[in-house]
């Protein structure tokens, strides 16, 4: 087997500790990358894991963060445990702030409104364009994401990994994945200057870089080798967070309706099914059973045919991102059910003559229970190596039993 990271006590300050991890072994396929691997982090520090590409930082990181489960060990975050090997995974009462390799958002985002988004998981809302300025995106704040540059996308990312530090008034974990890729010499300055102001703030840091000019502001570096480089750093400037109480906001309905993913996707659906009953069939000539069955038809297409603003999250790893934040992710279920009630409608109109109560409610629920259900197995394997390689679709027949169960019963 091929080795990454093997540590043993790797241990920070041991008081009040936001991360502690403790013999942690983690396999990628057939390559063991991490081995019994120790780190704790304490508020104030900034924790740089440095090392060639494929080494292993990535990794680190991302099971840190509970994407990739660990095979023994456990993560504790402010002294919840978040995951281990025995497949226990929580929610921590106190989240963290996020950086992947990848950028973690879909480009159909508003700049600003990504920002407030994140902040609303954590029940805030702060003024966002000052921060933007500073970072000479400001300019771009109503922009969408795909819009903007590699650098400027980076620029976000890293923004919306310690916007958790800026609306909030307690110490902070923050994780950063190569933060500084494809920033120029100035960025990285900036981004230097605002990781020493993170650490004046005593928030704790866990980033994977091997960007000399970050190094000279970590507290401890730890080599692929195991070894540990400590420095004396100071400097910085305290954060003062100025953040209002806000509720979390609907962002995969605001999504579906900027991108009209679910009417393109599921809406398509729908229509398609009527529109090939009524060329087929003469509704004349229809019992009673087969009318009832066009009426729920529409709906069970609607609510099959999968979530569309969930599958968006695909992109530069969102769903990713999302998962290890232990939110509910973007999803178009409000617009997809709000699309089986009105293909309820529309059918027991075309197909019985009269707009039915119990036909309507009954294939609103059906289009509910199906869309649902797709998201949930859309979530579950994207826990797998190769989520893509499993195509859910072979799954949807199943569905025909409770549909045609639930037309026999309406028709009795």
Known sequence: MGRGFEANAVIGPSMGELLKVSG???????????????????????????GENGSGKS??????????????????????????????????????????????????????????????????????????NEWNIGHRSNDLLTTLSKGQKRKVSFLSSIVPAIVQDKPTL????????????????????????????????LMATHHPELLKGADRIIGIDGTVQKQKVEGGVLLKPEASDSSYSFIGTRLDFRTMASLSNNGISGLLVIGALLALLQIESWPKSLLHAAVLAPSLAC??????????????????????????????????ILLGLMYSCLSSLIFVQHFSIILILSGTLFCAICALSML????????????????????????ILPWALMVGRLTT
């Open 24 to 50: 942690l072994d983690v396999q990628r396929g057939r390559k063991e990358v991490l081995k019994g691997f120790n780190l704790e982090i304490s508020p104030g520090e900034l924790v740089i894991i440095s």
């Open 59 to 132: 990794t680190l990181i991302e099971t840190v963060a509970g994407i990739i489960p660990p095979q023994s060990g456990s993560i504790h975050v402010h002294g919840d445990l978040l995951s281990d090997g025995h497949g226990r995974r929580s929610r921590p009462e106190h989240r963290f702030g996020l950086c992947l390799q990848a950028d973690g958002f879909t480009g159909d985002e508003i700049l600003s409104q990504r920002l407030q988004d994140v902040a609303k998981l954590y029940g805030k809302t702060f003024e966002s364009q000052a921060l933007l």
């Open 174 to 205: 923050i994780l950063l994945d190569e933060p500084d890729a494809g920033l120029d010499a100035i960025s990285i300055e900036k981004l230097a200057d605002t990781l020493a102001n993170l650490r004046a703030s005593n928030h704790g840091i």
């Open 303 to 336: 609510g099959l045919s999968g979530d569309a603003v969930y599958a968006k999250l695909r992109e530069s790893r969102a769903s990713d991102w999302w998962y290890a934040m232990k939110a509910l992710p973007p999803n178009g279920l409000f617009i997809t």
């Open 376 to 399: 949930m197995l859309s979530m579950i394997s994207r826990r797998l190596e190769r989520p893509q390689a499993l195509s859910l679709r072979l799954l949807t027949p199943f569905f």
